[in-house]
């Protein structure tokens, strides 16, 4: 091979090798973008100013250093911090008020143990389909796997548990990384994102240098050429930080039914003459109102059947709202609709669904839409789209059209018959009473296994959005971080902890000694605070 083809390949290998390596040290950046060392600006500010122009009002924590800055530039922007006793109490709050208020909950913890605790939380979110962003400190960024306090692989953790996870490098990097983050938690079927702050990325430049410089002149050339990493990656660190970027959303993509499948479930529905809707917490979702969802199903006049988030969307007392005798409605229903319902557990794998019944499913989430239909049923028609939208369509697509009324009553007449002959049992007993108690504005918040699915069976949730439960991953210990959340979405309104606490009567587990105080509580059709409280 010629000698000067050979020079060439090796001089455009080391000229490649020294524009990546440039580009790694970020020495390209920093030609064309300034590091204002004099500035007193840190990056929680960037944080803090992304999350007020998305609507957040409220951030959850269990302070530590790693994250203060964030804390404090939100304070001052007019955002509250609620400090709890626990990481998990901070994600479970962040979670109701994603699920009550349809924006993103957000909660911040420290690096290290502060994240560990949280995972549970993270993974009742995810199971619940809840758009939640959780920010975690970590180590500085050239301290990671050094050794550094509370350092571990956090992002190998999230990473099975969130939609989007991210670990800022340099301070440019929070405002267009937390926009992403935000807009991702929303898009398609919600759930839980995360970023990881290295502790140099929050902190002001004079603080970080401290930090950085070195504290004797370097001596020989591996001590200069340290030195000069080191103040190299401190310029990187805050080059361009401070300069102006977007902070508005970006864009939240939802999957919506096309007209032909629409059209195709308007020919299904108008020829059934037993339909029933089974209706899921995706139903409750933006962009649609509950509201508007609430009206759509009663111009169907379809009897529904209500899980997870979904629970109340009728009111109280609505003809449409069947709660007992799931199975045997199925078994007799000739149309069922799974409006973001899944055929995991809840609905025995699907092996509840009449095999002769036609059968439409909704859902964002393709693997949640076809969840065990190649094994116990089949949909007739699968949609992969938003739930309350469809709902919303199918019903201005059938307006004038009723199911035939006299379907939904005998349903009706079924619960009455079952829920009297339930009565006489002790824990079915004191639901069916504290029901009668319950104010007009309470919100549910249903915290534990078996109790959850008793409550869902007698208690009557007011209206849309007021019921609170785990969702399908069934986490107990719930209730403390809910009842925080809804408190704060809903001032005027009173969270009903089942069972750990009913409007301020606490300490009600599995009907212990406090269960007489309640009994009496219920008898005189008032609450109070038992003298055995322990919270």
């Not at 800055?69 to 479970?92: N, S």
């Not at 059209?263 to 962009?287: D, N």
């Not at 859902?363 to 007739?380: A, C, G, V």
Request: overall charge positive; charged content about 20%; glycine content about 8%.
């Amino acid at each position: 091979m010629d000698i000067s083809v050979v020079l060439g390949c090796s001089l455009g290998a080391a000229l490649g090798a020294g524009i990546l390596a440039s580009y790694k040290l970020g020495l390209l950046y920093q030609l064309f973008h300034k590091t204002e060392r004099q500035s007193p600006r840190h990056g929680g500010e960037s944080v803090a100013e992304v999350l007020r122009a998305h609507g957040i009002k409220f951030v959850f924590t269990l302070v530590g250093g790693h994250i203060s800055p964030i804390l404090v530039a939100c304070e001052k922007l007019g955002i509250r911090i609620v400090d709890t006793r626990h990481e998990a109490t901070a994600v479970f709050a962040a979670d109701a008020v994603a699920r009550l208020s349809g924006t993103v909950g957000v909660a911040a913890v420290t690096a290290g143990p502060g994240l560990t605790n949280t995972v549970t939380a993270v993974k009742n979110a995810q199971m619940a389909e809840s758009p939640l962003l959780l920010i975690g400190g970590a180590a500085a960024t050239l301290l990671q796997g050094r050794g550094a306090l509370q350092d571990i692989d956090q992002m190998s953790l999230f990473k099975p548990l969130c939609k989007f996870c991210a670990s800022v490098r340099t301070v440019r990097e929070i405002v267009p990384t937390v926009r992403k983050a935000l807009a991702v938690a929303q898009s398609g079927t919600p759930g839980p994102v995360f970023i990881e702050f290295p502790i140099d990325t929050l902190y002001p430049y004079h603080v970080v240098e401290k930090e950085f410089a070195p504290k004797n002149t370097p001596k020989g050339l591996m001590g200069k050429i340290i030195a000069w990493y080191l103040r190299n990656h401190l310029s990187n660190l805050f080059a361009g930080a401070w300069e102006t970027r977007d902070l508005s959303p970006l864009p939240v993509h939802i999957p919506h039914a096309t007209e032909d499948e629409v059209q195709r479930c308007v020919e299904l529905v108008s020829r059934a003459k037993k339909p029933v809707i089974l209706l899921g917490s995706q139903a409750t979702l933006p962009p649609t109102p509950a509201d508007d969802v609430r009206k759509a199903l009663e111009s169907l006049g379809i009897p529904c059947f209500l899980g997870g988030m979904s629970r109340g969307m009728l009111g109280k007392n609505s003809p449409l709202h069947i709660r007992q005798n799931r199975r045997d409605a199925l078994k007799d229903a000739d149309l069922v609709l799974l409006a973001g319902t899944v055929c995991d557990f809840r609905l025995s794998y699907g092996r509840v669904l009449n095999r002769r019944s036609k059968i439409i499913a909704v859902n964002r989430d393709r693997s949640q839409l076809l969840k065990n239909s190649d094994m116990f049923w089949k949909p007739t028609v699968a949609i992969q789209g938003d739930a309350g939208s469809f709902l919303v369509r199918l019903s201005k697509a059938l307006k004038g059209h009723r199911c035939p009324e006299e379907w939904p009553r005998s349903l009706k007449e079924g619960d009455a018959v079952k829920e009297k002959t339930e009565r006489h049992l002790n824990p079915l007993s004191v639901l069916h009473r504290v029901d009668e108690l319950l104010a007009e504005d309470s919100i549910i918040v249903a915290d534990g296994g078996d109790f959850v699915g008793s409550a869902a069976y007698i208690m009557r949730p007011r209206g849309p959005l007021r019921w609170l439960d785990p969702g399908a991953f069934g986490t107990l210990g719930v209730g403390g971080g809910f009842a925080l959340g809804a408190k704060l979405c809903r001032p005027e309104s009173e969270p009903a902890v089942l069972p750990l606490q009913v409007r301020g009567f606490a300490a009600v587990k599995s009907f212990n000694s406090c269960s007489l105080h309640l009994f009496e509580c219920l008898r005189s059709k008032t609450l109070s605070y038992c003298p055995h409280k322990s919270v």
